[in-house]
């Protein structure tokens, strides 16, 4: 069965700072791979996704995310973060088969420090 | 111009009531669903349709029906609500039922039970 872990459920970081969230996955092959981001009191949006080729996708607002299969993981990264970027980070895993669902990690809360 | 709408934002009801929560998208899309976040922010999804065909039904308890009149709008209502129920629901859609699709999210509908 597929499943997605985010082994950070909270981090802090300077603004100004460097910032990596992690996100494993476990699947047979490899899957569609998504960051959304969830501002307090909304929905999520999508920041990238990854389906095949290139390893290193970009997204929007300044955010990149690397595909690692041998690693089965899709960090995502930000060089600079700015103190908007405090929000939920859901890292989410889905299988070719469109009768399957996505799979949403716990999420990682990321906070900004002034 | 909401792409994905949802109506009530807030909901306070008692135990044993039953409500309707309201979802409509402008986005022209051809898949809804509908995902529950508990209070940890773990998001599952409920139920998928693709005009108006349902695809994708979790094991949620049969108290939950969705309805879908037609492909831009997803209801869910909730017969006999319990205590357990509380949490915040998202309405969503994609361009279609293929999981490359990404998905767009209403606000939620934070349902509290008291």
């Known amino acids: 069965a597929q499943s997605v872990t985010q082994p950070d459920i909270h981090i802090t970081v300077s603004e100004g700072a460097s910032l990596e969230l992690r996100c494993n996955y476990s699947y047979g092959a490899t899957p569609y791979l998504f960051w959304y981001v969830q501002s307090p009191g909304q929905g999520l949006q999508l920041l990238l996704k990854y389906f095949s080729g290139d390893t290193l996708v970009q997204g929007i607002k300044g955010f990149e995310a690397e595909f690692k299969r041998s690693q089965s993981s899709f960090n995502l990264r930000k060089p600079s973060v700015h103190w908007s970027d405090a929000a939920e980070y859901f890292c989410?895993?889905?299988?070719?088969?469109?009768?399957?669902?996505?799979?949403f990690g716990s999420g990682t809360r990321l906070s900004i420090r002034p | 111009d909401t792409a994905v709408s949802q109506t009530p934002k807030y909901l306070v009801t008692q135990m044993g009531n039953d409500k309707s929560i309201k979802c409509e998208q402008n986005l022209g899309h051809d898949t809804m669903y509908w995902y529950k976040q508990d209070s940890k922010k773990f998001l599952k999804i409920m139920f998928s349709?693709?005009?108006?065909?349902?695809?994708i039904n979790e094991t949620v308890p049969n108290r939950f029906s969705p309805k879908s009149p037609d492909k831009a709008h997803l209801n869910l209502h909730i017969n006999s609500l319990e205590l357990g129920d509380s949490a915040v629901y998202f309405c969503a859609s994609s361009g279609g039922r293929e999981n490359n699709q990404p998905q767009h999210f209403g606000d939620g509908t934070r349902l509290s039970i008291l």
């Open positions: 989410a895993v889905a299988s070719y088969s469109s009768a399957s669902k996505i799979i």
């Open positions: 349709y693709n005009n108006k065909e349902l695809i």
